[in-house]
């Protein structure tokens, strides 16, 4: 059970030294395949109405014209059509959770650092958060709970979701970090920063409270920003998960019994691959 979609023309851009790197798509869609999830094309597409739900008007034109300035945040040839084949997946992925398929977007680029106008830190649109809103604008009064296990603070997610509606919103991260927020909660928005060197079973023992918390809200739904970058070997972080640690993550997602979807987050060591289908054969 379980169902992975991807499209390898996320793989299509690129920076020479650049952490966020095609063959964190190319590699991790070739282990999931032997690993018996073969990705799927997304079943929905993506436009800019969907981007509208929580972006500015603007947004996405300005990824499309180059009109936007972030140092780790480039533009490239086709990056606007290429962020909305990347939303497509995370859109897709809460379809089919709601259908009662646990689903994943190994798709990049990332999301959680996009704001309501700006691209940041890898991420030009927040797939996670516009799956979230497309979902309760289908279904109004839908309980959605968002999870962020990237090692940083989906700073992007909190701006997008704070105060809003039926939904609420953890992320554990390493503090201080990239991009300097998260060590406070606030409203519907809860914080755990956690020290560089935190190891898996410190972080699950962090985690479990307050995903225990999370659900006595009862939500009707799980959307998981899957980051990797947590990992011990991951290049540009300093927390030290190790591979179990991810599947553990996922089981306990699992054991929620709830709808569940993740996108691809974060994660920048050679062992993704790896990492990914760990936490699949926990979340699935
Ligand atoms: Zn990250």
């Known amino acids: 059970m379980g169902r992975v979609f991807s499209d390898l023309r996320t793989a299509e851009y690129g920076a020479s030294g650049h952490p966020e790197a095609p063959f964190r ?16 094309l997304p079943s929905l597409t993506a436009g800019a109405s969907d981007v509208v739900l929580l972006h500015g008007e603007g947004h996405l034109n300005s990824i499309r014209l180059g009109t936007f300035e972030d140092a780790d945040t480039p533009m490239f040839a086709r990056i606007a059509d290429i962020a909305l084949i990347s939303l497509a997946g995370a859109l ?14 190994l798709m990049r680029p990332p999301g959680h650092h996009a704001g309501k106008e700006r691209v940041a830190g890898f991420c030009y649109l927040n797939n996670l958060a516009l799956a ?51 060590f406070e909660s606030r409203g519907n928005c809860r914080n755990v920063p956690l020290e560089a060197g ?36 991951d290049p540009i972080a300093g927390l030290k998960l190790d591979r179990a640690t991810f599947k553990r993550i996922g089981g306990m997602l699992s054991q929620t019994k709830l709808p569940r979807f993740a996108t ?7 062992d993704l691959p790896l990492l990914v289908e760990s936490f699949l054969d926990g979340f699935f």
Do not use: C, I
Request: no cysteine; proline share 6%; hydrophobic share 40%.
């Open 25 to 40: 798509v190319l590699r991790t869609f070739e282990r999931a395949k032997a690993a018996g999830h073969a990705p799927q």
């Open 92 to 105: 897709s992925a809460a379809d089919a959770a709601m259908k009662g398929e646990p689903s994943f977007s």
């Open 132 to 182: 979230v809103a497309r979902l309760q604008k289908a279904k109004p009064g839908l309980k959605v709970a968002v999870v962020d296990f990237d090692v940083h603070h989906g700073d992007g997610t909190e701006s997008l979701l704070l105060g809003r509606e039926n939904t609420s919103f953890l992320s554990l991260q390493q503090y201080p970090l990239y991009p300097g927020t998260g």
């Open 198 to 233: 935190t190891d898996g079973d410190e972080w699950l023992s962090a985690f479990e409270p307050e995903l225990h918390r999370l659900l006595e809200a009862k939500p009707d739904v799980l959307a998981v920003s899957a980051g990797f970058d947590a990992y011990k070997g």
């Open 264 to 270: 691809l987050e974060g994660g920048y060591s050679e």
